[in-house]
């Protein structure tokens, strides 16, 4: 008992503790001041933007392609026979003149027709001189006899007078009148061998020109035995050899001509349309303006050729079009690059070679007035504008056309509104912004836009290591690089650029596009 009565003392001694530690804490939470209460301002968000102006553009579209040859050789041969010589340029790679021998098949036996041919024509023309001297005998003897027939009637004519006096007898008679009958009969012979002489002249004047034809074909196979270059060519392929037997028709070797070079490349319709100056108001295609169609269509073309360690470029012009391959829905485009050998520049630009796989960029003619946005501001139709109050509006709008890195807009946006060029995540109707105009964006997207049409390519300048090539490898321009055909020394790689003719686009009307 008296253990417990000790405890709650204990106990209440305590109270009077807590008390005053409750107390000085009420007390001290009391004379704490309040914090100040700061209003926050309404924080903008930055983004890059850009002003929209009315720009020059240059729409252009880009395609891939093989090289090919505009012109291709192939070295038939037209007789058969052994082949006997071989040009010491009929190799795969080299440049041949026109005009060089290449193969020469053993003449031997069209030399023996040609004899054959030329004796049976000296037998022909043999007879026919026979004849015109058969004709003059005829002739003389002709009139020998005609005049023994007029003696012989005379004589009848006689005897029949004195048989009427009774001096001569019927006997007398009947055997002068016999005798005048063959003279007529030798009379009439003469004159049937007469008019059968031009009939048989005709047959042998005939026969001399069935000889002569033969004559001249065996000529021809002579000819043909030795086979020539018909124009500058460089040598692809070599089927024979020497001392091979051939037959007419079969292919000896196979020649790329040297003049021109074409690269039919792939481009979707949509890609075309920006590029051609046709309007749907325009009256149809007609065979006139369809064969002045490259003229018409205005277009310049540039060819690159990325490998590893070198790019290069050429100007190209575009020669025409090709039918729409119905399982891509796209166009072939062909353009043709002019000397593609002679352009060649060791160590800097190889010459274009069939087979090379080329980057094929057309440009149409050039655009004024378009209000060109970098494709980065575009999210599907809308694009964000920052109004005079820096806020954020979202615009809806209509694209006259797209390019790779722009496009033109043809409503929703006025020139002189800023486009917001950061892709804002969420993007707020209304939301405070902080525009900082983006110059290096504004640089990128002049040089894309308003870049020269129809300008020379630039000169060839080497590609960065580990850039992305079209090309396989650079073994083959590495191959034929330095490699130049024979004829006068190369023009410059660079020449002016090509001239399109203007204001007579009328004549076509717009393609419809694939669906």
């Known amino acids: 008992m008296d253990d417990s009565g000790k405890s709650w003392k204990k106990r209440l001694a305590f109270v009077p503790v807590a008390a005053v530690g409750v107390v000085a804490l009420v007390a001290l939470r009391a004379s704490r001041a309040e914090p100040e209460k700061v209003d926050r301002a ?39 026979g052994r082949v006997v010589e071989i040009g010491p340029q009929l190799e795969e790679g080299s440049f041949v003149e026109a005009g060089t021998m290449l193969i020469k098949i053993d003449p031997g036996d069209y030399e023996l027709s040609e ?43 006689r005897l029949r007078t004195l ?9 007398e008679v009947d055997a002068e009148e016999r005798n005048v009958l063959a003279q007529r009969k030798a009379v009439q012979s003469l004159r049937n061998t007469l008019r059968q002489l031009p009939a048989s002249r005709k047959v042998l004047e005939a026969q001399i020109k069935q000889q002569e034809a033969g004559l001249a074909g065996a000529a021809r196979d002579i000819a043909r035995t030795e086979i020539v270059a018909p124009y500058d060519v460089r040598i692809r392929q070599v089927r024979t050899s020497l001392q091979e037997v051939v037959g007419g028709g079969q292919v000896l070797a196979v020649a790329d001509g040297i003049d021109m070079a074409e690269i039919p490349a792939q481009f979707t319709i949509g890609e075309l349309r920006p590029l051609l100056p046709f309007s749907p108001a325009e009256t149809p295609l007609s065979t006139h303006s369809l064969s002045r169609l490259p003229e018409l269509v205005g277009l310049a073309a540039t060819v690159r050729l990325e490998s590893s360690d070198l790019r290069a470029e050429w100007d190209a012009k575009f020669a025409r079009f090709t039918s729409v391959d119905p399982q891509t829905r796209t166009v072939g485009v062909v353009v043709a690059i002019a000397d593609p050998y002679r352009a060649a520049r060791t160590g800097r630009k190889p010459p274009v070679v069939p087979g090379m796989y080329m980057e094929v960029e057309l440009q149409g003619r050039a655009r004024e007035g378009c209000l060109a946005v970098p494709r980065t501001a575009l999210h599907g139709d809308v694009v964000y504008v920052v109004d005079p109050q820096s806020r954020l509006r979202r615009r809806t709008v209509e694209l006259e056309f797209r390019q790779p890195d722009y496009a033109c807009v043809a409503s929703g946006v006025a020139a002189g509104e800023q486009v917001v060029l950061t892709d804002l995540v969420p993007a707020i109707e209304g939301m405070l912004l902080e525009p900082v105009p983006d110059e290096e964006a504004e640089a990128e997207l002049v040089e894309a836009a308003s870049g020269p049409a129809a300008a020379a390519a630039p000169d060839t300048e080497p590609a960065p290591s580990g850039s992305p090539s079209p090309a396989d490898d650079g073994a083959e321009e590495a191959a034929v690089e330095g490699a130049e055909p024979p004829g006068d020394e190369p023009p410059p790689a660079d020449g002016p650029p090509p001239e399109h003719a203007a204001g007579e686009e009328a004549e076509l009307a717009e393609p419809g596009e694939a669906p």
Do not use: C, D, F, H
């Not at 929209?52 to 012109?71: I, L």
């Not at 026919?128 to 023994?148: G, K, M, P």
């Not at 048989?163 to 006997?171: F, M, N, P």
């Open 42 to 80: 309404e924080a903008g968000r930055r983004v890059r933007t850009l002003v929209v102006e009315p720009r020059r553009v240059v729409p252009r579209a880009t395609g891939y392609g093989v090289v090919e040859a505009r012109e291709e050789w192939q070295m038939v041969a037209e007789v058969s």
């Open 115 to 157: 004899v054959r041919q030329a004796a049976n024509l000296e037998g022909v023309r043999a007879q026919i001189a026979e004849l015109r001297v058969q004709e003059a005998n005829t002739r003389e003897s002709l009139e020998i006899e005609e005049r023994s027939l007029e003696l012989a009637e005379a004589s009848l004519q």
């Open 163 to 171: 048989k009427a006096s009774g001096a001569a007898s019927a006997a």
